[in-house]
Structure formats: C-alpha cells, structure tokens
C-alpha cells in the first residue's frame, strides 16, 4: 500500500524514539557543529541555503503560532510546526500537550473512522492536520466512554479553531474513571451546491498538562472610542484565575449602551462566560471571546437602559471553565468595558 510524506514522517518518528531515549552529548554536538556546516556548505552549497531557510521558517512559525517545540528531554519528540502533529509540544503558558494517538479521515473514500485511545484522566484535546481549501468541509469529532449514552463532542466551534488558529480544540470533560475512550471523526454530506470537495484529515489526540502555578498573561486596554459612535465609559480588568468575574456600576444614562467582555491568555475563547445588566442575563452562554484584533469590535447596542432598585445600572461578567478544573491553573485576564453612543 503506497504511503504519503505523512505516514512517512510517523515511521521516521517511531524509529527515532529509542535514539531519543538516549542521553544526548550536547555540548559535544554543539562544538562540532560549526565545522560540519563549514563542510556541508563547501560541499552542497543549495543544500546548505534550503536547510537555513526551512530553520528560519519553523522558527518563524513557532513564534507566530504562539506555540513552541517543549525544551528537549529524555524520550521527548518535537516536530518543526503544529500541524506536523508532533509527539510533545508546550504552549505558550507552559502547557504541556502529549499526543495519544493519530486518526486519519481520507475524505471522501471514507465519510467516518474510530479510534479506541487509552487515557489517563487528564482533559484532552484534539489538533487538527486540515487540507487546504475546505471551509465546507471540516469533520465533526465526538468521543464515548465504554457503558455511558452521552456522546462528547469538541466545545465551542470544534474544529474550526484549530484549523483557523492551529490550536488544540478542546473535548468537553469524560466521567470521573474513563480509561479508555472511542473517537469517532465524521464527514458530514453537503449541499450539491457547495464548492470543492472533501480532503484528507489527520487529527492527533491530545492530553495535556498546566502548569504547576499560573504565571503572568497579557492584557489588553479597551480603546477609547470605537469608530465614530462608541465612547468607553468605564472598564475594568482582572486576572484569572484569581477572579472569576467583573462587576461595573455606573449611573444611568439616555444614551445607548453597549458592552464589550473578553479575555486574554490560554483561557481566551476556551471558557464560558455570561453577561448582565441590572440581574438579567441573556439566553444561554458563551465563550469569552478573544480580544478584538487590529482594534475592531462587533459591538450590539443595548438601548437605553433602565436604572436598577438602586439606581444605578450594574454590569456582570462571569467566566467558568466548564467543568475543566485544570484551567484553573491557566493564566488570563478578563476585561468588561461599557461603550455609550456618541450621537
């Protein structure tokens, strides 16, 4: 049966791993290391130019993800960039990810696959190898644990995330005791009308780990105006996980109001959260989006809101984690900022 460069990468990899196990003489490689190149570029000089720019792109790539290889280790397999799937990455918070297994979806010749993967107890995530040019076409992924009903699927937007953000999507919590889970990866039939076709997918399934303690994460300042018609009013930030919520009071006012929430760091877009004014929230939840990029919003005025009992107008942000105690230990920051019209 003919392989691909793909599987030809995971034979590679498996066969390296007893190699990897090995202790690693680095200080000796790293002195010998100049005059090899020296040699090699006397030699091949195309060969020597093609392997400094395929470095300098990984690099490159790994640093714009916002991912990074994990540091080198004992039996640890880094690979040059996500979709590789590697064995072992860590985040940009100190998140270690593991891979269990890989599943491939060879779309349309097969429309679904399984896979039975052993798992520890720790929460899982899975990453997304995408084919080029196939926005109408992304697989849906659930898993199920041996004697329960409930199916478990990706949270929020499934795989769209990772293959737009090349991130790890994350499954919604197992059972207490799950040791063994069955992912199933379906491509779903789409309109007649639709452009392109379906491709080929890989999927790494992941666990992961936090990090012992939370460090630092990146804020973000609400701008003050945005556009013509928005003037902040108020804003506050706080940091996850030691805050769960935001509380804004303000007077009242004859001007429309709008809010804008979201946070910053690994929870960004991971975690729910829930808005209100005056004690009514609206239907439902949401993830706490990320912060906006290049200064844009989608804003959604409120109207002119009435004061509460006491007078005032009371704004809520609260964020959960939805059931994945781990992110507890995951760096953030969660702002909630009050815009009035201009006009």
């Not at 041996?146 to 059972?175: I, Y």
């Not at 107008?313 to 105690?325: D, E, I, K, N």
Request: overall charge positive; some cysteine.
């Amino acid at each position: 049966m003919p392989i691909d460069h793909r599987d030809l990468y995971e034979l590679l990899e498996e066969r390296s791993r007893p190699a990897l196990d090995r202790p690693i003489p680095w200080e000796r490689l790293r002195a010998r290391a100049p005059a090899a190149r020296r040699r090699r570029a006397a030699v091949v000089a195309v060969a020597g130019v093609v392997a400094a720019s395929v470095v300098a792109s990984v690099a490159v790539g790994w640093s714009l993800l916002g991912v990074r290889p994990a540091p080198e280790k004992e039996g640890t397999i880094t690979a040059s960039a996500p979709k590789q799937l590697p064995a072992r990455f860590e985040a940009a918070d100190g998140t270690v990810y593991r891979r269990l297994a890989t599943v491939t979806l060879d779309a349309p010749a097969a429309r679904t696959v399984s896979a039975k993967v052993p798992v520890s107890g720790k929460p899982l995530a899975v990453m997304a190898d995408c084919p080029p040019s196939t926005p109408f076409y992304v697989p849906t992924v659930t898993a199920k644990v041996a004697g329960t009903r409930r199916w478990f699927p990706l949270t929020f937007d499934g795989l769209h995330g990772s293959c737009e953000q090349n991130r790890p999507a994350d499954l919604a919590p197992l059972p207490g005791g799950a040791r063994e889970v069955t992912f199933t990866m379906t491509m779903g039939k789409a309109a007649k009308d639709v452009p392109g076709r379906p491709g080929r997918w890989r999927f790494g399934i992941y666990e992961w780990t936090p990090p012992a303690s939370p460090g630092p994460a990146p804020t973000e300042t609400p701008p003050a105006t945005i556009g013509d018609r928005y003037r902040l009013l108020t804003a506050r930030t706080v940091s996850w996980p030691e805050s769960h919520g935001v509380t804004l009071t303000l007077p009242p006012t004859d001007r429309p109001l709008t809010v804008v929430a979201y946070c910053t760091g690994a929870i960004a877009g991971r975690v729910h959260a829930e808005t209100s004014v005056n004690g009514r929230p609206p239907k439902g939840s949401a993830r706490c989006w990320e912060p906006p990029s290049g200064g844009t919003f989608s804003v959604g005025e409120l109207g002119t809101v009435r004061p509460g009992a006491d007078g005032k107008v009371t704004v809520r942000l609260r964020v959960s984690a939805g059931g994945v105690t781990a992110y507890e230990r995951r760096p953030g920051t969660l702002t909630l900022a009050v815009y009035q019209t201009t006009e």
